[in-house]
C-alpha cells in the first residue's frame, strides 16, 4: 500500500544539497550586501569564512585557507595548474570527478610522466599501488559513486610527493588526517548546504613550499596565480579573494559554519551522516532488490549514498519522477556519467527522520514500477 507518512523535507540532491534545519535566509547578517568585498566589512566576513573553517576543521596552525573562484572545480584545477609539473604524478580515478582531474592531468596540461589509477564505479583502486614518490590527486569521496578512501593510513607520513586531495562531499562528513593532507578542496554546497560558485583551498607546508620553490613551464590564468614574486600570496588566505566573491553566498557560508558549531561541531555532524547511513543500511538489508554500489562497507560513502536497484535505465527513471511527483524526494536520481541507480545525500544537514520516511516510498515506487 502506498505510504502515508512523507519525509518534511523533500531535497536529497547531492549538489546543490539540502539547507540546514531550520534555515532562514532572514537570519542571515547581510550588512556586507552592496558593500565592496575589499572594504573592511568585506574583507573581515571572507576573513572569518577562512578562519572559522580553519577552528571548526581543527586544521594545524600551519595550514592556510582561502576562498577561490569556480568551486571546488576551480579549487582543484587551480591546485593542479600552479603545482603539478615538479616530478611525476599518479591520479587516481573511480567515478565522474577523478577522471576529470586524469583529463587534466594527461591530456589538458600533458604531464609525461603520469600514471592513471583507474577502477570502475562501484570499485576502488589497489591503494598499495600508489606511489608517493610521485604527487598523488585523488578524491576522498566520490560523489558519484558513492565510494570513499577508508581512511588514511595508506599515506604514509614520509612521502617526497604532494597529496592533493578534492574532499568536497568529504569535508565536515568524514574524519580527515590532515597532516597526510597537503591539499584539500571543497565546495559551500556540499555538506554544509551552502551556497554555489565560491571553492575552498587548504594548504598545508609542504604544499606552500613547493608554490615558492617551483614555477611551471605554462602560463597561469590570473584566477590560478597563488604566487607574487615567488611568495606565497598571503592575502587569498585572509580574505582577500583573487575576484569578486557573492557576499550573500558568503554570509550564507558564515550561517553554515555557525550551525555546525552549535550541533557539536565536525564530530557532530559526522555522527549524523553515518546515522542516516544506517538507515538505508537497514532498508537494503531488508530488501533484496536494491544494493549498493559500493559493495564493500569500508569504502562505502556516508554521504552520497548510491544504490543499484533490480531495474532497466528506463523503470530507475520512472522510479524516480514518480518519487518527485507524489512530492516525496527531489533529485535521487543517479549522476549523468554513473551506472542508473538512485543516489541519496545523507550529509549533516539532512535529518534521520527524513530518510526513515523516505524509505517505504521507495519500495512503493518500486513495486509501481516493475508491476
Known amino acids: 500500500m502506498q505510504p502515508t507518512v512523507k519525509p518534511k523535507n523533500l531535497n536529497f540532491s547531492s549538489g546543490p544539497c539540502s539547507k540546514r534545519p531550520g534555515y532562514d535566509v532572514r537570519a542571515l547578517q547581510l550588512d556586507t550586501l552592496g558593500r565592496s568585498h575589499r572594504s573592511a566589512l568585506g574583507k ?10 580553519a577552528r571548526i576543521l581543527g586544521l594545524p ?31 587516481l580515478a573511480w567515478e565522474s570527478f577523478g577522471s576529470g582531474w586524469a583529463t587534466d592531468v594527461v591530456k589538458q596540461l ?4 603520469a600514471r ?15 606511489n608517493f614518490d610521485h604527487d598523488v590527486v585523488f578524491t576522498w569521496n566520490g560523489t558519484t559513486s558513492g565510494v570513499r578512501v577508508p581512511n588514511g593510513d595508506w599515506i604514509p607520513a614520509e612521502r617526497a610527493g604532494l597529496t592533493i586531495c578534492d574532499a568536497t562531499s568529504a569535508v565536515f562528513a568524514m574524519d580527515l588526517p590532515w597532516d597526510k593532507l597537503d591539499v584539500v578542496t571543497f565546495s559551500w554546497q556540499k555538506v554544509l548546504g551552502g551556497e554555489g560558485a565560491h571553492g575552498m583551498l587548504i594548504l598545508g607546508p609542504r604544499a606552500v613550499e613547493r608554490l615558492e620553490s617551483y614555477t611551471p613551464p605554462w602560463p597561469l590564468p590570473k584566477v590560478f596565480r597563488l604566487t607574487s614574486a615567488g611568495k606565497l600570496s598571503e592575502g587569498i588566505f585572509r580574505g582577500e ?3 569578486t566573491p557573492s557576499m550573500l553566498c558568503v ?14 561541531g565536525v564530530p ?14 537497514d532498508f537494503v538489508a531488508a530488501n533484496a532488490w536494491i544494493s549498493f554500489l559500493a559493495a564493500d562497507p569500508a569504502t562505502r560513502s556516508n554521504t552520497s549514498v548510491c544504490l543499484s536497484v533490480d531495474l532497466s535505465a528506463e523503470q530507475v527513471k520512472k522510479m524516480v519522477k514518480l518519487l518527485e511527483s507524489e512530492g516525496v524526494a527531489y533529485d535521487i ?8 541507480g538512485i543516489r541519496i545525500w545523507c550529509g549533516a544537514t539532512i535529518e534521520t527522520s527524513d530518510l526513515a520516511a523516505l524509505m517505504p516510498w521507495l519500495a512503493w515506487a518500486y513495486a509501481q514500477v516493475s508491476a
Open 44 to 53: 573581515k566576513a571572507l576573513g572569518l569564512a577562512c578562519s572559522e573553517t
Open 61 to 91: 596552525e600551519t595550514y592556510r585557507v582561502g576562498v577561490v573562484p569556480g568551486s571546488d572545480t576551480g579549487a582543484v584545477e587551480m591546485a593542479l595548474w600552479s603545482l603539478l609539473g615538479a616530478r611525476g604524478v599518479d591520479v
Open 110 to 113: 600533458k604531464l609525461p610522466n
Open 116 to 130: 592513471v589509477l583507474k577502477a570502475d564505479y562501484g570499485a576502488i583502486v589497489d591503494l598499495a599501488e600508489v
Open 241 to 243: 579573494t583573487i575576484n
Open 251 to 264: 554570509a550564507d557560508y558564515l550561517d553554515a559554519l555557525n550551525w555546525i558549531e552549535s550541533i557539536g
Open 268 to 281: 557532530a555532524a559526522i555522527a549524523r551522516s553515518e546515522a542516516n547511513l544506517r538507515v538505508i543500511a
Open 333 to 340: 536520481g543517479s549522476y549523468k556519467d554513473a551506472p542508473a
